[in-house]
């Protein structure tokens, strides 16, 4: 496809491709390696438990997803040893979400996935181009914050 072309496709189109691109070979990688009873989103709170041990709150703002439908993912992922859950210490009313072993192997496996096709594409367009394409997604997200 010609470059012209590429101005004719919405953004929001090339944005939804990309994630494929990146969703289904995190899939394919976390299968591949026995991790296949990952549900939807799962692989998004295990990454960012792993990254900044975000607290569980902000994880589900950001999945924009009910109180309800988050708490049965969590539910989920604990009960297929992804995650460990424990009464915070300092505060008994709230719980304390944690990676288990298996849960930061399959963050791993999809963090070596990510950063295999970030390689790749660094390679295809060249540092500076990427740097522009994270600048402008982050503009974007930035719109939202606003």
Same mark, same amino acid.
């Given at each position: 496809?010609?470059?012209h072309?590429?101005?004719?496709?919405?953004? &929001?189109?090339?944005?939804?491709a990309?994630?494929?691109?990146?969703?289904g070979?995190?899939?394919?990688? !976390?299968?591949?390696?026995?991790?296949?009873?990952? &549900?939807?989103?799962?692989?998004? /709170?295990?990454?960012? /438990?792993?990254?900044?041990?975000? &607290?569980? %709150?902000?994880?589900?703002?950001h999945?924009?997803?009910?109180?309800?439908?988050?708490?049965?993912?969590?539910d989920? !992922?604990?009960?297929r040893?992804?995650?460990?859950?424990?009464?915070d210490?300092?505060?008994?009313?709230?719980? $304390?979400? $944690?990676?288990?072993?298996?849960?930061?192997?399959?963050?791993? /496996?999809?963090r070596?996935?990510?950063? %295999?096709?970030d390689a790749?594409?660094?390679?295809? /367009?060249? %540092?500076?181009?990427?740097?522009?394409?994270?600048? $402008?997604? !982050?503009?974007?997200?930035?719109?939202e914050? %606003?």
């Open positions: 496809m010609y470059e072309e590429y101005e004719e496709i919405v953004l &929001p189109a090339l944005l939804r990309a994630r494929k691109v990146y969703g070979a995190i899939r394919t990688a !976390l299968v591949k390696a026995g991790y296949d009873d990952i &549900p939807k989103n799962g692989i998004f /709170v295990l990454g960012a /438990v792993a990254r900044s041990g975000a &607290p569980l %709150r902000g994880i589900i703002q999945l924009g997803m009910s109180k309800q439908a988050a708490g049965q993912l969590v989920t !992922l604990v009960a040893g992804y995650l460990d859950r424990e009464v210490e300092q505060d008994r009313r709230r719980l $304390t979400i $944690t990676l288990s072993e298996r849960g930061r192997a399959a963050a791993q /496996v999809s070596a996935t990510v950063e %295999r096709i790749a594409l660094l390679k295809h /367009v060249g %540092r500076e181009r990427l740097a522009h394409t994270r600048a $402008t997604l !982050l503009a974007l997200i930035d719109l914050q %606003r």
